[in-house]
Structures are given as structure tokens and as C-alpha cells.
């Protein structure tokens, strides 16, 4: 099993600051890392796939990168609303894993 | 728009049975393979179970193989969770997620669309 590592594991945040949360696989997975995010009481939301294509409907605050085993979640100029916990996934083997999470906390 | 509504978890003994259902609508449900992953409380996601677009292929992690199965009505637009043999640790918010591209199979693919999830709580 593929495991996936994010780091930090929480983090408190002031807007408008950046924030980077990184995902470390455990083998090499090429662009198969995806980003949601999961706000409290609600279902996660799709918000990077193939580590670095956007969607549509997603603020462009939120960027991803990397390939292999280091992958990177960018959010510039945090909203209010970015308080959430964002995880990251990897679809190349079974099973599919997800990070630990990481929970962004708003000051 | 894309819909999953998730049904049929609650309370039940060690040892006991519950099927889930994910009613779908929004898509051609047929054209893709879907999902279950749940998450315990104050718990990380975790993946449990997929089948392909015409259930022809399915998979489960080791703690549910032999004790979950997971199916599909097209008909019916409906994904299933047959669970048995339950325990304390399947005790969760059990959520259904459908493939961002159709005809997939169950890897190369993520998930753009979830439920709300239904809540399977294991305990005597």
C-alpha cells in the first residue's frame, strides 16, 4: 500500500497569508496525486487532480505541483473560508490512499 | 448537477449486518465507476471499495475482503454495500464517490462527486 504523508499536520493562519502543505508518497506515483478539501460536517470537494490541473469552479488561490513522491497544495492570499481540513489522494494503486490531512486552522 | 444520497447505515451489534445504498442521478451512471470510502470520527479517509461502469470488476482493502461486497444496479441507478460480520473499528461516516472520467477502471482516476454520507455505528 501506497502511504502518503502531509505535512504540517495543522497549521493556524492569518488571511491573505500563503499557505503550502506538502504530500510525500511512499513510491513514486508520476501525477496520480489529487487534492480535496473538507470542511467541517461536509463531504470532501475535488480541488487539484493529476497534481496540477485546476477545476472548474475552484478559486484560483489554490495551485498544485510536483510529480513522483513530492507534491505540493499552494493556497496564496488565504480566505476566511479556506479553514478546512485538505488531504491528498493517489489513484495509481490499490488501494487508493489518502493522506493523514492537514487541518488549516483561521486566526 | 450531480447527486449521491447515501443510505441505510445506523446502529448495529458486532458481528451484524447493514447494506448501503447510493442513489445517483445527475450522470449517466453506467459510464462510471464508483466508490465507497469511509471516515471514523475525527478519523483520514479510507478507501474501502470500488466497482468499474458495468461491475465487472471489484475491489476491497484486506480488513473488508471476504466480510463487504460491493455492487450495482444500472437499472436502477443505485451502488450497494453489502456489509457483514461487522465491528467496532467499521464504525463511520460511510461515503459513496463517483470516477471524474467515465469508463474507467478502479485506478488512474479520482473522485469528483461525493455524498453526504450515512453514519454506520458498530457497538453492543
Redesign the interface.
Known sequence: EIVLTQSPDFQSVTPKEKVTITCRASQSIGSHLHWYQQKPDQSPKLLIKYASQSLSGVPSRFSGSGSGTDFTLTINSLEAEDAATYYCHQGIALPHTFGQGTKLDIK | EVHLVESGGGLVQPGGSLRLSCSASGFIFNNYAM?W?RQAPGK?????S?VTPLGSST?Y?DSVKGRFTISRDNAKNTLYLQMSRLRAEDTALY?CAKD?EPFGE???????S????TLVAVSS
Open positions: 466508490h470510502v483520514e479517509l479510507e478507501y474501502i470500488g475491489y482493502r461515503y471524474t478502479l485506478l488512474f482516476n479520482c473522485f469528483d461525493w455524498g453526504r454520507g
